[in-house]
């Protein structure tokens, strides 16, 4: 099991950074339509993706989303934060093999616990794909947890 120290209001920092990275694969895709129901074939099918601008099966936008909210849950503030809202801008498309990495940033401390994060992925070769802001409350006490093991899943 690995744990995850999260960092309270009062020591946030103005300025502070971290990052989260995964790499995209077949397994995210298809499990990603699952959960969702996004079962657009520009997902899933070859053949019809070929026929689109992106010429090639790209990840579902809302994926990097998911990445962000795991980057703010697990990073940066970490456990006990609680998401406000969320925006996003995609700038490019990501594709099956990319390997994201969340890039948060604090940019300022409001009343009330809440905190602005500059939440940017971006691909391996450093091309911004989305480009976000978050408003979360973040947590008032530090705490250190255990995060869950998934037990294996198989597609089929």
């Given amino acids: ?25 077949e397994r995210d895709i298809q499990l990603f339509a699952a959960v969702s129901g996004d079962r657009n074939p520009v997902h899933l099918d070859a053949e019809y993706a070929a026929t ?10 809302m994926f990097s ?10 990073e940066l503030p970490g456990p ?3 998401y406000l809202g969320q925006q996003m801008r995609f700038t490019a498309p990501v594709k099956l093999g990319d390997t994201l990495t969340v890039r948060l940033e604090i940019l ?23 480009d976000g802001e978050a408003e979360i409350l973040a947590p008032r006490k530090q705490q250190t947890v255990e995060l869950a093991e998934l037990p294996p899943i198989t597609i089929g």
């Fill in 65 to 74: 989303g998911a990445l962000i909210s795991a980057a703010v849950a697990c």
């Fill in 108 to 130: 300022e401390k409001l009343p009330k616990f809440r905190v602005r994060i500059a939440t940017r992925v971006f691909n391996q070769n450093d091309e911004l794909v989305v």
């Fill in 52 to 61: 689109t601008m992106f010429k090639e099966r790209i990840a579902h936008g």
């Fill in 80 to 82: 006990g934060t609680i």
């Fill in 1 to 25: 099991m690995s744990q995850s120290r999260n960092t309270p209001y009062e020591v946030l920092e103005v300025g502070q950074t971290a990052s989260y990275s995964k790499t995209v694969e």
